[in-house]
């Protein structure tokens, strides 16, 4: 017996199995091997021959046995690249300096954009992956009064469960920063995330304004400021608070 995948997921495989090759043909850039083995092994999920599969029996009646394929680990696979993303950040929490208070933050992208970044992946998810770190750091620099560099650590996770266009950002950021010149580390005791949440708005409307110029980018971009007045909502992971 197999576990059943949601509807969602068989669309999104069906999709990949039946037009790669026309999205190859009209993207040249997803022709290599290594998009190539992306798609393979997630077409490949659910299939024990080719992923391989834990075998179970009933212990009180010994009848029947129960066959659970293994994740197919790929970044493409809606089941299985979030999963990939929280066990990169656990790793990665693992060896933080110890006594620094950090958090798992998830800087979204609203739901106007959306389709915008999906027209234009190849120079917005560009520019979207150089944006949490500035924004972080701004946010730290004016909460303590002087410019600091936090050395948040970010991950992009390009779709969601369910196969929508929705990049977030992904951030294991510091509750400080060093001077820039890296002689002192400055704790920050308190972070304001109305202060986040405006300040995110700013750097990631500013950078699809600059990337994409156009009437109908500056009227999208207004109409973002107009429609989150509070800025745009980032998720934070609740983080441990060191003793003392």
Not at 97 to 114: D, F, K, N, W
Not at 204 to 233: D, P
Request: some cysteine; hydrophobic content about 35%.
């Amino acid at each position: 017996m197999m576990a059943e995948p949601s509807g969602d997921w068989h669309v999104f495989k069906q999709i990949f199995a039946e037009h790669w090759e026309e999205c190859q043909q009209a993207h040249p850039r997803y022709q290599t091997s290594y998009y190539d083995g992306l798609v393979a092994t997630m077409l490949g999920w659910g299939n024990p021959e080719q992923m391989g599969s834990g075998a179970y029996r009933c212990r009180p009646c010994g009848v029947g046995k129960h066959r659970v394929a293994m994740r197919c680990q790929s970044s493409l696979c809606l089941r299985c690249a979030k999963v990939s993303v929280d066990n990169w950040v656990r790793q990665v929490s693992k060896i933080r300096h110890e006594g620094v208070l950090s958090r798992h933050i998830l800087l979204t992208v609203p739901a106007m954009c959306r389709t915008t970044f999906s027209h234009n992946a190849t120079v917005l998810l560009r520019a979207l992956m150089r944006g949490g770190v500035p924004c972080m750091d701004d946010c730290l620099s004016e909460v303590r009064g002087k410019a600091l560099r936090g050395g948040s650590i970010a991950v992009m996770h390009t779709h969601g469960r369910h196969g929508h266009s929705h990049p977030p950002r992904h951030l294991i950021a510091p509750s400080g920063g060093d001077d820039g010149q890296g002689q002192r580390w400055e704790h920050v005791p308190y972070f304001p995330y109305a202060l986040l949440r405006r300040t995110w708005q700013w750097h990631l409307l500013r950078m699809v304004r600059k990337t994409l110029k156009s009437e109908a980018i500056n009227r999208l971009v207004e109409g973002c400021f107009t429609h989150y007045l509070n800025g745009l909502v980032p998720k934070v992971h609740k983080g441990k608070v060191p003793s003392g």
